[in-house]
């Protein structure tokens, strides 16, 4: 049995990010029921905050494993196929983390929300339809890749009788 453990940071940051994603989905299907007013703007800036922190911990998490490959323990694919969806999944999961907040910056920047906090004007319209919609498909796809991720790690504890989430966990032996 493998039992070596992923760098100390990169399971801090996988934990932080996991932590980070249920409170900006949480925040942001709050930001779906409210009207986009000065009032409200409070919401917005913290899903803003939090998204950016998100993208920040992704960036450095990505620059980090690139620089240390070889400290990474191994992954004990079933076949080829396997280990070509584990890799997408993983690779995917890391994109939309990058592109989903970029998305959702431009559709504030695109009207000017970000000038306001710079001391412009409130905005006059809302972040536009299009951006909004594709920002949401993303998070659904990014939901969808999670299942399957979560889904993969439970059967792989079920196949092999080992328990994968050691090796991503500090406080396990
Ligand atoms: C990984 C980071 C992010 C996640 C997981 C996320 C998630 C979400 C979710 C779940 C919604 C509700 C959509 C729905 O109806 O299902 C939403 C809406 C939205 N998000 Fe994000 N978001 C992220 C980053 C950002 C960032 C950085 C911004 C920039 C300001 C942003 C701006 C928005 C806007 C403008 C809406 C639409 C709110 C409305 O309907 O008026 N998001 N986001
Ligand atoms: C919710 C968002 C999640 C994201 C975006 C995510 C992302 C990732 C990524 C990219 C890796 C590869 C290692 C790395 O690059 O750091 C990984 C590894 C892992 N994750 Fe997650 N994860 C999430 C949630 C979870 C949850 C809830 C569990 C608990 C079942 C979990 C269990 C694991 C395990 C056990 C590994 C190690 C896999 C191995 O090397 O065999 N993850 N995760």
Not at 9 to 15: A, D, F, K, T
Not at 65 to 79: A, M, T
Not at 117 to 134: A, C, M, R, S, Y
Request: glycine share 8%; hydrophobic share 45%.
């Amino acid at each position: 049995m493998n039992t070596q453990k992923y760098p100390k940071p990169l399971i801090i940051m996988h934990w932080l990010t996991v932590l980070l994603l249920i409170v900006e989905a949480g925040v942001g299907l709050y930001l779906e029921t409210l009207e986009f007013n000065e009032q409200n703007f409070n919401v917005f800036r913290l899903h803003a905050f939090t998204g950016v922190f998100i993208l920040i911990i992704t960036l450095f998490r990505f620059s980090y494993k690139v620089r240390h490959l070889q400290d990474l323990p191994e992954i004990e694919y079933y076949s080829k196929g396997h280990e070509k969806l584990v890799k997408a999944v993983h690779g995917l999961m890391y994109l939309l983390l990058i592109i989903i907040p970029v998305v959702g910056l431009y559709s504030i920047y695109t009207i000017g929300g970000l000038q306001y906090d710079l001391g412009g004007p409130f905005p006059t319209q809302e972040p536009p339809h299009n951006l909004v919609e594709i920002h949401e498909n993303l998070v659904i796809l990014l939901g969808i890749l999670v299942l399957m991720h979560v889904g993969g790690v439970i059967m792989y504890a079920k196949k092999t009788g080992e328990n994968p989430l050691r090796k991503i966990c500090l406080l396990m032996k």
